[in-house]
């Protein structure tokens, strides 16, 4: 189970079982409208944070990474991002 202070993003699916267990709370959704699996959830919207996605997927890094490990990553995500196969 999560400690306090824990945080978790991804689309509410995976997380759902832990979620109906009890064991996390979901804060807000970032989709236009709430989420019926997730009764009583907000959007980030009707919340006051003007701001709708629906795809969860990115990088997360530690805090505190240096400077050259960052570009390393920024740059690779960039000359991927730029193929022709992304």
């Not at 989709?31 to 990115?58: E, H, Q």
Request: proline share 6%.
């Amino acid at each position: 189970m999560p400690t306090a202070g824990a945080l978790g993003a991804s689309g509410f699916g995976e997380f759902l079982d832990q979620v109906e267990a009890g064991q996390i709370r979901v804060l807000a959704v970032t989709s236009a409208a709430p989420i019926d699996a997730l009764k009583d959830v907000p959007t980030l919207k009707s919340s006051g944070i003007d701001l709708v996605f629906t795809n969860w997927r990115g990088i997360v890094v530690p805090p505190g990474i240096s400077d050259a490990d960052k570009k390393v990553w920024i740059d690779a995500l960039t000359k991927m991002h730029e193929s022709d196969e992304w």
